[in-house]
C-alpha cells in the first residue's frame, strides 16, 4: 500500500469514529445532566433546572475552599517535583558515579500504586504509632499532628505527592538532557564560562520547552488527585484537605446527587482550562524567545 493510498482511510476512520463516539457521549451525557435535578438516593424524578446547579455551587463557600486547597496541593508539589527533578537529572545526565543504579532507584516511586503509598504513608505518619513519630519522641519531642492538623496535613500531601511523580519529572528531563547538543557547551568552555553560567545561558534555555510541557501534565495530574487524599485524610481535618475530585466524589457516590456532580465535574473542568490557558500565556513570550 502507497503512503497516498486512499484505501487506508477506510480503516483508519471505522477505529477513529468509535473512539470519538465513546470519549463524546459520556461528555455530551454529563452536560446534559449537570442543567437538570438528578438524584438517585432518595429516588426522585429528573427535571431540568437550567444553570441552578451551577449557580449554587459558585454561591457555596466549600466549592471555593476545594479550588484553593487543590490548587494549592497541585501547584505548591508540582513547583518542588520541578525543582528536585531538574537538579537530579542534571547530576545523572553528568555521568556521576553509580548513575545507572540511581536511575533505576529513582523510578521505583512512580512505578507503585498511589493507594499503596498513601496506605503506608499514613502508617508511617500515624500521630501515636507511627515510626516518624516513634523517632522524633526518642530525641524529646512531641508527637507531631502530620494528619489530624489542617497544614502539617497539607505539607504531608504534598510531600507525598511530591516523593511519588518527582521521577516522572526525572524521566523526560533527563531524556531532554540527553537530547542537547556538545558543541554548545563545548564552546562554552573555551570562552571559559563556569558551569553556572553554562546552566543558565545554554541549559536552562534550551530545556524551556520540554519543562513547560512536563509542569502542564504534571499541573493537571494533579489537579485530579484523589486516591492519595482519600487514603491519607479522607478530606480532613472537617474539610481542610478536601480537593476537587473528592468533593465530586461526595456528591456523585455518597449522596448520589447525580445533577450536582456533573456540573461540578464542568465547573473543575473550566478551573483547569482556566490555569492552563493562564499558564501557557505567561510563557508563550520565553517559549517564542527561545525556539
Known amino acids: 500500500m502507497r503512503r497516498d493510498d486512499p484505501?487506508?482511510?477506510?480503516?483508519?476512520?471505522?477505529?477513529?469514529?468509535?473512539?470519538?463516539?465513546?470519549?463524546?457521549?459520556?461528555?455530551?451525557?454529563?452536560?446534559?445532566?449537570?442543567?437538570?435535578?438528578?438524584?438517585l438516593v432518595p429516588p426522585s424524578p429528573q427535571r431540568f433546572v437550567g444553570v441552578a446547579n451551577y449557580v449554587d455551587l459558585l454561591s457555596n463557600p466549600r466549592f471555593w475552599h476545594t479550588v484553593r486547597t487543590t490548587a494549592l496541593i497541585a501547584l505548591t508539589s508540582v513547583a518542588l517535583q520541578y525543582v528536585i527533578?531538574?537538579?537530579?537529572?542534571?547530576?545523572?545526565?553528568?555521568?556521576?558515579?553509580?548513575v545507572e543504579f540511581f536511575r533505576a532507584s529513582f523510578l521505583i516511586p512512580m512505578l507503585v500504586a498511589p493507594v499503596a503509598v498513601a496506605l503506608v504513608a499514613r502508617q508511617i505518619l500515624n500521630p501515636s504509632?507511627?515510626?516518624?513519630?516513634?523517632?522524633?519522641?526518642?530525641?524529646?519531642?512531641?508527637?507531631?499532628?502530620?494528619?489530624?492538623?489542617?497544614k502539617w496535613a497539607l505539607g504531608s500531601l504534598i510531600a507525598v505527592e511530591v516523593w511519588q511523580w518527582t521521577p516522572f519529572v526525572i524521566l523526560l528531563l533527563l531524556a531532554g538532557l540527553q537530547g542537547l547538543p556538545d558543541d554548545v557547551y563545548e564552546a562554552a568552555e573555551l570562552e571559559q564560562a563556569s558551569g553556572w553560567q553554562q546552566f543558565w545561558s545554554i541549559t536552562f534555555p534550551m530545556m524551556l520547552p520540554i519543562s513547560v510541557a512536563v509542569v502542564f501534565i504534571r499541573i493537571v495530574e494533579s489537579f485530579k488527585i484523589i486516591d492519595t487524599v482519600f487514603v491519607m485524610t479522607g478530606g480532613g481535618p472537617g474539610i481542610a484537605t478536601e480537593t476537587l475530585t473528592l468533593f465530586a466524589y461526595q456528591e456523585g457516590f455518597k449522596k448520589f446527587n447525580l445533577g450536582y456532580t456533573s456540573a461540578l465535574s464542568f465547573?473543575?473542568?473550566?478551573?483547569?482550562?482556566i490555569l492552563s490557558m493562564i499558564y501557557l500565556a505567561l510563557l508563550k513570550p520565553y517559549l517564542e524567545k527561545y525556539k
Do not use: H
Request: positive net charge; proline residues 5%.
Open 267 to 273: 465547573l473543575f473542568l473550566i478551573v483547569v482550562m
Open 129 to 150: 504509632l507511627g515510626p516518624l513519630n516513634q523517632l522524633t519522641s526518642l530525641f524529646g519531642f512531641s508527637n507531631l499532628p502530620f494528619l489530624t492538623d489542617a
Open 7 to 39: 484505501v487506508k482511510y477506510f480503516f483508519i476512520w471505522p477505529a477513529f469514529l468509535i473512539v470519538l463516539a465513546i470519549a463524546i457521549f459520556p461528555l455530551i451525557f454529563s452536560l446534559a445532566n449537570s442543567f437538570t435535578s438528578y438524584r
Open 85 to 98: 527533578g531538574f537538579a537530579i537529572a542534571v547530576a545523572l545526565a553528568r555521568r556521576v558515579k553509580g
